[in-house]
């Protein structure tokens, strides 16, 4: 049983757009960590950072590769690896589009 094609795009495009919420809010924090948490002087900062790192890189690959190993798991291989080549070619286009407004506002 394979999935529809335009639902395995949706669900890609939901999932890389949630990437990008998610790192544009650790964005901020990290952009204005000064301001929000003071100068680092102590032990806690680099724990709090790496913390923060380890726990963006589990959100990010649930996020890329969750659906993808359900449906890989469930017998739809098919459509688990393009919904993968999907989510990362959503980031793709996403991060072009980042990069093109960075030079722009340059």
């Not at 680092?40 to 380890?54: D, E, I, R, S």
């Amino acid at each position: 049983m394979n999935m529809e094609k335009k639902k395995l795009i949706s669900i890609s495009l939901i999932n890389a757009l949630s990437v990008f919420i998610y790192v544009t809010g650790v964005s901020l924090i990290i952009r204005n960590g000064g301001k929000i948490f003071g100068q680092m002087q102590n032990f806690w900062g680099p724990v709090a950072f790496l913390l923060l790192f380890v726990l963006s890189a589990t959100v990010c690959g649930a996020l890329v590769l969750g659906k993808p190993i359900l449906l890989y798991l469930d017998g739809m291989k098919q459509d688990a690896v393009k919904m993968f080549g999907y989510t990362v070619g959503w980031l793709l286009g996403i991060t072009a589009i980042v990069f093109m407004m960075m030079i722009s506002m340059k």
